[in-house]
T-cell receptor, first 111, second 113 residues
Framework: AQKVTQAQTEISVVEKEDVTLDCVYE???????LFWYKQPPSGELVFLIRRNSFDEQNEISGRYSWNFQKSTSSFNFTITASQVVDSAVYFC????????FGAGTRLTVKP | DAGVIQSPRHEVTEMGQEVTLRCKPISGHDYLFWYRQTMMRGLELLIY????????DSGMPEDRFSAKMPNASFSTLKIQPSEPRDSAVYFC???????????FGPGTRLTVL
């Protein structure tokens, strides 16, 4: 069975701190895709990144970076120098022939 | 591009009434997804379509829920009869592929009294 676990329900940091959101997944498939989505307080869901299972290169986009490690079945998301606008719920998702979203991590960045 | 369009944005109805939620996907996207989000259960995939054909409806909670996609530019999610526990935000999303980036609509906030 496929599963996505975001063990951190809520995280609170102070602005400019670095923060890592964990995502651990389970699948028996060798081909799959991993995603991160952001849901700010306004409610819409916004795509952040997609990774396929054959591409373990880490990715950096501005203050955002993602660490994909197949050996530990993890796809963690780090925000460097967090800002108040980063406050949102972040979802990790696994897709192959099925789709599973994690429960989400609510990040609060305080000024 | 207008993005994914959902209507209505808010719906308040009484228990037992029929509710119809509407979605217009992004033109050219072959996949359409319906999700439900609640505090208790988080984000749940209800059903998705590929080229207007329902592929996986295992997330549909019960027979009171039905979804259709009569053409590439329109889909409906119907609840009949509605119950208070159906209160949630319902999102529609579209994507060029199953594993592609999904574009979400703004959601419909449903309240069943």
């Amino acid at each position: 069975a496929q599963k996505v676990t975001q063990a951190q329900t809520e995280i609170s940091v102070v602005e400019k701190e670095d923060v890592t959101l964990d995502c651990v997944y389970e699948t028996r498939d060798t081909t799959y895709y991993l995603f991160w989505y952001k849901q700010p307080p306004s409610g819409e869901l916004v795509f952040l990144i997609r990774r396929n299972s054959f591409d373990e290169q880490n990715e950096i986009s501005g203050r955002y970076s993602w660490n994909f490690q197949k050996s530990t079945s993890s796809f963690n998301f780090t925000i460097t120098a967090s800002q108040v606008v980063d406050s949102a719920v972040y979802f990790c998702a696994l897709v192959n022939n099925d789709m599973r979203f994690g429960a989400g991590t609510r990040l609060t960045v305080k000024p | 591009d207008a993005g994914v369009i959902q209507s209505p944005r808010h719906e308040v109805t009484e228990m037992g009434q029929e509710v119809t939620l509407r979605c217009k996907p992004i033109s050219g996207h072959d996949y359409l997804f319906w999700y439900r989000q609640t505090m208790m259960r988080g984000l749940e995939l209800l059903i998705y379509f590929n080229n207007n054909v329902p592929i996986d409806d295992s997330g549909m909670p019960e027979d009171r829920f039905s979804a259709k996609m009569p053409n590439a530019s329109f889909s409906t999610l119907k609840i009949q009869p509605s119950e208070p526990r159906d209160s949630a935000v319902y999102f529609c999303a579209s994507s060029p592929g199953l594993a592609g980036k999904q574009f979400f609509g703004p959601g419909t906030r449903l309240t069943v009294l």
